[in-house]
């Protein structure tokens, strides 16, 4: 069984960066056809896909955020991390990480979530 679990900072001040990580567990993010990705929903609002990394290592943005954006792992943990710089409120949302497959073609695993205000 996949597990999937966010950690980071509940709390960001404006212009700074936010940086969360997400532990897998049951699987290894290497293995071939998985992306592994950031998702988030902002209070009253749909999901938004932020970025993927796939078991190869090569990285996808949502180009509304690209610029901001990066997405990075850690094999040796079996970690992959986001950073969104200059964050500012209209950031403030539940951060989620998910796996997905070309395969698949959907999110098959989740973890919990985990939420992030920018306030000063």
């Known amino acids: 069984q996949v597990q999937l679990q966010e950690s980071g900072p509940g709390l960001v001040k404006p212009s700074q960066t936010l940086s969360l990580t997400c532990t897998v567990s049951?699987?290894?993010?290497?293995?071939?056809?998985?992306?592994w990705s950031w998702i988030r929903q902002p209070p009253g609002k749909g999901l938004e896909w932020i970025a993927n990394?796939?078991?190869?290592?090569?990285?996808y943005y949502n180009p509304s955020l690209e610029s901001r954006t990066s997405i990075s792992r850690d094999t040796s943990k079996n970690q992959f991390t986001l950073q969104l710089n200059s964050v500012t409120p209209e950031d403030t949302a539940v951060y989620y990480c998910?796996?997905?497959?070309?395969?698949?073609?959907?999110?098959?695993?989740w973890g919990q979530g985990t939420q992030v205000t920018v306030s000063s």
């Open positions: 990394i796939a078991y190869s290592g090569t990285t």
């Open positions: 998910a796996r997905t497959s070309e395969t698949i073609g959907a999110y098959d695993y």
């Open positions: 049951g699987g290894s993010i290497t293995t071939n056809v998985y992306y």
